[in-house]
């Protein structure tokens, strides 16, 4: 149990480490941005035109 909680400890720090670059570099964010953008106007169209 204790190596698992290691684990998520380990992921939560990286993934905090790479946000924080992220958030200081404007370029990435702005790219980041409009994937995300993208990746919900794509979900919304093929829900839009889904038969169910």
Excluded: H
């Amino acid at each position: 149990m204790g190596v698992i909680n290691f684990e998520i400890f380990m992921v939560a720090w990286f993934s905090s480490r790479i946000a924080a670059k992220f958030r200081k570099n404007n370029k990435i964010k702005l790219w980041l941005d409009r994937v995300a953008g993208g990746v919900f106007i794509i979900l919304g169209v093929k829900i839009a035109l889904s038969d169910s």
